[in-house]
């Protein structure tokens, strides 16, 4: 009996989760019968919890016929925390070893995978309050800090600090110590590229100033 109160209250604050999440959410029943990400995270807790037992083969199957219904694989293994959201969904794959803290938000495409054939831990830890872009690929036994945002289509190897904003391939930190206002504003990311090229202009412009002060004092 606790167990299936326990149950029914994550899914009810799952619910709600999306409801804060996604500004398109309009009604319970669209919701509960539309959303690919609810329907995997669903199944998937049912799957963790029989992993937990040690039960063999039925998690895998569940995490099958999820994927093969939501487009989102997610091992049975995989640790997932609270208000966990995955917006889309279409694509994403979480590893065995992952680990994901609470109010974690994924998009369509997001990979958490491993980088070869090593034994033990070998996926990312996400912990709380990160946001993942589209398509980003979040590679190896790695840890991504706190209130983080991975851009989309970035490509992440190494560890991230706390209050990080990492872009490109390979990532790169272009901010850190950043107050995230709201968790859907992921594509308010900083260009790295961008960012060098106004600085080698601001140095040039400030070069040729020099020149010409020169060329009076002269």
């Known amino acids: 009996m606790r167990l299936i109160k326990k149950v029914f209250s ?10 804060e999440k996604d500004p398109a959410a309009e009604n ?7 959303y690919p990400g609810l329907h995997a995270l669903i199944l998937h807790r049912i799957a963790h919890k029989l992993n937990y037992w040690k039960i063999p083969l039925i998690p ?8 093969f ?3 989102i694989e997610i091992h049975p293994a995989a640790r997932i925390g609270r208000r966990f959201f995955i917006d889309h969904g279409m694509g994403v794959v979480i590893g065995a070893t992952t680990i994901i803290g609470d109010d974690v938000l994924l998009y369509q495409g997001v990979t958490l995978g491993g980088t ?9 830890t996400l912990h709380d309050n990160i946001v993942v872009g589209s398509g980003a690929k979040i590679l190896g036994n790695i840890e991504i800090g706190s209130n983080s945002r991975i851009g989309a289509g970035s490509v992440v190897v190494d560890n991230v600090p706390e209050n990080s904003t990492v872009v490109g391939v390979p990532g790169r930190i272009v901010k ?40 009076k004092a002269d």
């Not at 319970?28 to 539309?34: F, N, S």
């Not at 895998?60 to 994927?67: A, E, F, K, W, Y």
């Open 60 to 67: 895998r199957m569940i995490s099958n016929i999820s994927r």
């Open 69 to 71: 219904f939501t487009g």
């Open 176 to 215: 850190q110590k950043l107050l995230i206002q709201g968790q859907l504003m992921h594509n308010r990311i900083p260009d790295p590229i961008t960012c060098q090229l106004n600085r080698l202009k601001y140095e040039l412009q400030d070069l040729k100033e020099q020149m010409e002060e020169l060329k």
């Open 116 to 124: 070869g054939n090593e034994h033990g831990k070998r996926h990312p």
């Open 28 to 34: 319970l029943l669209e919701v509960l019968l539309c």
């Open 10 to 19: 994550q899914i009810k604050e799952d619910i709600k989760t999306i409801y």
